[in-house]
DNA sequence: GGCGGGATATTCT
DNA sequence: GAATATCCCGCCC
């Protein structure tokens, strides 16, 4: 099944144009425990200083390449993965040329394949849909962690497919955990496929659709 | 279901 | 020393 688009051709482009057509992606990991199969349904988009003109103060790379970050000024198409908040690894999908350093953020999906072994790296998920809904919990379930920084992700042990066609309900709103400039709309860089219950449950700018009261009696199962 | 706080390593000031 | 591209648990509606 190949994709009307190619994969390889569309990680040369900057984050936030390749992150709306990762939606509906599948991530395959082949650990040695097994394979589990991920489809994105919700992704942030990281541009680094010189893939535009207007620097992104929230992304990593922003003041320029460090240990950590290096991975993401190597090849488009492999893993950046990273370590924060002193527990949590998350995984980004590296884009553009070499030199460069945009990067899309993995930060929920729906488990379609290896339920079982992510709900065994998940043990606190109360139910399927929170498997892999927030970036570090997504990591977790794929089983993603520090020896995966900088592997390939088009062939071997991860592999990224496109959808055979791009997802339609994309919705677009500011990144999460992002305090300062790099936060606020002016950077509506968190893509996200409308209504689906993977999506993770981000509390700032919590713009929960006014919940409408509903009859007392009708309950449809 | 919605808050507040704690945990904890790496990075940069 | 402070901040962090977060999650979990306990407590309170």
């Given at each position: 099944?190949?994709?009307?688009?190619?994969?390889l051709e569309l990680l040369q482009r900057p984050a936030t144009e390749v992150a709306p057509f990762l939606l509906g992606a599948?991530?395959?990991?082949?650990?040695?425990?097994?394979?589990?199969?991920?489809?994105?349904?919700?992704?942030?988009?990281?541009?680094?200083?010189?893939?535009?003109?207007?620097?992104?103060?929230?992304?990593?790379?922003?003041?320029?390449?460090?240990?950590?970050?290096?991975?993401?000024?190597?090849?488009?198409?492999?893993?950046?993965?990273?370590?924060?908040?002193?527990?949590?690894?998350?995984?980004?999908?590296?884009c553009r040329p070499e030199g460069t350093s945009s990067g899309c953020l993995m930060r929920a999906g729906e488990i379609v394949?290896?339920?079982?072994?992510?709900?065994?790296?998940?043990?606190?998920?109360?139910?399927?849909?929170?498997?892999?809904?927030?970036?570090?919990?997504?990591?977790?379930?794929?089983?993603?962690?520090?020896?995966?920084?900088?592997?390939?992700?088009?062939?071997?042990?991860?592999?990224?497919?496109?959808?055979?066609?791009?997802?339609?309900?994309?919705?677009?709103?500011?990144?999460?955990?992002?305090?300062?400039?790099?936060?606020?709309?002016?950077?509506?860089?968190?893509?996200?496929?409308?209504?689906?219950?993977?999506?993770?449950?981000?509390?700032?700018?919590?713009?929960?659709?006014?919940?409408?009261?509903?009859?007392?009696?009708?309950?449809?199962?």
């Amino acid at each position: 099944m190949a994709s009307s688009i190619d994969i390889l051709e569309l990680l040369q482009r900057p984050a936030t144009e390749v992150a709306p057509f990762l939606l509906g992606a599948l991530v395959r990991h082949e650990s040695p425990e097994g394979p589990v199969v991920v489809r994105l349904t919700e992704v942030e988009a990281y541009l680094g200083p010189k893939d535009s003109q207007d620097p992104d103060p929230g992304a990593h790379t922003y003041r320029g390449k460090t240990e950590r970050n290096s991975v993401m000024f190597g090849p488009p198409g492999h893993l950046y993965v990273y370590f924060s908040y002193g527990m949590h690894f998350s995984a980004n999908l590296v884009c553009r040329p070499e030199g460069t350093s945009s990067g899309c953020l993995m930060r929920a999906g729906e488990i379609v394949e290896g339920l079982d072994l992510a709900r065994l790296r998940r043990p606190t998920a109360k139910r399927d849909s929170e498997l892999a809904q927030g970036p570090a919990r997504l990591a977790k379930a794929m089983g993603f962690g520090r020896e995966h920084n900088g592997i390939a992700a088009l062939g071997g042990e991860v592999t990224v497919t496109l959808p055979d066609r791009p997802t339609t309900a994309v919705m677009a709103g500011p990144r999460v955990g992002i305090s300062g400039p790099g936060g606020t709309d002016e950077y509506p860089w968190r893509f996200w496929i409308g209504g689906d219950p993977t999506v993770s449950k981000f509390k700032p700018g919590v713009v929960r659709p006014p919940r409408r009261r509903a009859p007392a009696v009708q309950k449809t199962q």
